[in-house]
């Protein structure tokens, strides 16, 4: 039972992990830009879902179109500010910009909301569970899992069925092809980034619901967005739920057979090993 109950909270956690991963491989596939700011662009989300709620008593789920818009524009602006200056300069020029863009980000943060902790205790879901043959589940983590794996599935259909979406994906296999055919590239990066925005910012909205808010509450998931991505494949949104959900039951697997203080260190092991044998990772070509 204890074993159903830990699978359980992996595979539930590997579908927010995932989410979080789409908007890194987004960017990654699409523009081969690694944004270090992507961990800070889902504490950023976190924040705007609770002050939301403290100012205006707007519960996360309500506010989770108000943190996806946030979040959007805030990628928009990133890419327009900072990446399309660095875009064309070696690859260790953009991953440092975005590197210090997401300390400003983090110790903006700190200043403006001091490093507390904060926590959303009443909204909607909070202190709800179910039961399922033994197995008890937080309401808010059903509630963000099945709300990442629409979004992830949304995010797909939009890549793969939409003009939009095979412009991104012109735009990814060959640039000046791309620009040959009439597409404007630069639109597509930076609705690109939007999207990857947009996908951390969902996450955001609905970890709060059960997860601390404090300036750097995004550091540990922009490494673990980062694992992901490697481990399912650069540019592979199918890719990156699979892998969401390898970590997710690894983690929590690890800190129960291990212990939580080497749970990562399994995480770190399984991507090695995976690398070596796929080095595209699992749905990478």
């Given at each position: 039972?204890?074993?159903?109950?830990?699978?359980?909270?992996?595979?539930?956690?590997?579908?927010?992990?995932?989410?979080?991963?789409?908007?890194l491989t987004l960017t990654w596939g699409v523009m081969?830009?690694?944004?270090?700011?992507?961990?800070?662009?889902?504490?950023?989300?976190?924040?705007?879902?609770?002050?939301?709620?403290?100012?205006?008593?707007l519960d996360p789920l309500g506010a989770l179109p108000?943190?996806?818009?946030?979040?959007?524009?805030?990628?928009?602006?990133?890419?327009?500010?900072?990446?399309?200056?660095?875009?064309?300069?070696?690859?260790?020029?953009?991953?440092?910009?975005?590197?210090?863009?997401?300390?400003?980000?983090?110790?903006?943060?700190?200043?403006?909301?001091?490093?507390?902790?904060?926590?959303?205790?009443?909204?909607?879901?909070?202190?709800?569970?179910?039961?399922?043959?033994?197995?008890?589940?937080?309401?808010?983590?059903?509630?963000?899992?099945?709300?990442?794996?629409?979004?992830?599935?949304?995010?797909?259909?939009?890549?793969?069925?939409?003009?939009?979406?095979?412009?991104?994906?012109?735009?990814?296999?060959?640039?000046?092809?791309?620009?040959?055919?009439?597409?404007?590239?630069?639109?597509?990066?930076?609705?690109?980034?939007?999207?990857?925005?947009?996908?951390?910012?969902?996450?955001?909205?609905?970890?709060?619901?059960?997860?601390?808010?404090?300036?750097?509450?995004?550091?540990?998931?922009?490494?673990?967005?980062?694992?992901?991505?490697?481990?399912?494949?650069?540019?592979?949104?199918?890719?990156?739920?699979?892998?969401?959900?390898?970590?997710?039951?690894?983690?929590?697997?690890?800190?129960?057979?291990l212990g939580t203080q080497f749970k990562y260190a399994?995480?770190?092991?399984?991507?090695?090993?995976?690398?070596?044998?796929?080095?595209?990772?699992?749905?990478?070509?």
């Amino acid at each position: 039972m204890i074993i159903g109950q830990i699978i359980a909270n992996g595979i539930l956690m590997g579908f927010i992990y995932a989410l979080v991963a789409v908007g890194l491989t987004l960017t990654w596939g699409v523009m081969d830009i690694i944004n270090f700011a992507h961990g800070e662009f889902l504490m950023i989300s976190m924040y705007t879902a609770f002050w939301m709620f403290s100012l205006f008593a707007l519960d996360p789920l309500g506010a989770l179109p108000v943190c996806i818009a946030v979040i959007f524009v805030l990628g928009v602006i990133t890419y327009s500010g900072i990446i399309k200056r660095v875009i064309t300069a070696p690859g260790l020029t953009a991953l440092l910009a975005t590197f210090g863009f997401s300390m400003f980000l983090k110790n903006l943060a700190q200043y403006l909301w001091t490093p507390n902790y904060r926590y959303i205790n009443d909204a909607f879901v909070s202190g709800k569970s179910i039961s399922l043959g033994g197995i008890v589940i937080g309401m808010p983590q059903i509630v963000a899992a099945l709300a990442s794996i629409i979004l992830t599935i949304v995010i797909m259909a939009f890549m793969d069925r939409t003009r939009t979406g095979k412009a991104i994906q012109a735009t990814a296999l060959n640039k000046n092809t791309a620009l040959l055919m009439g597409i404007n590239t630069e639109k597509m990066y930076a609705i690109t980034f939007g999207l990857s925005g947009a996908c951390v910012g969902a996450a955001g909205a609905l970890m709060a619901t059960f997860f601390p808010i404090y300036p750097a509450s995004g550091a540990l998931y922009s490494v673990i967005a980062f694992v992901i991505v490697a481990l399912g494949g650069f540019g592979n949104i199918k890719g990156a739920l699979f892998g969401g959900l390898i970590i997710g039951l690894t983690e929590a697997l690890g800190g129960f057979f291990l212990g939580t203080q080497f749970k990562y260190a399994l995480v770190f092991l399984i991507y090695l090993i995976v690398i070596q044998v796929r080095p595209k990772g699992l749905f990478g070509w």
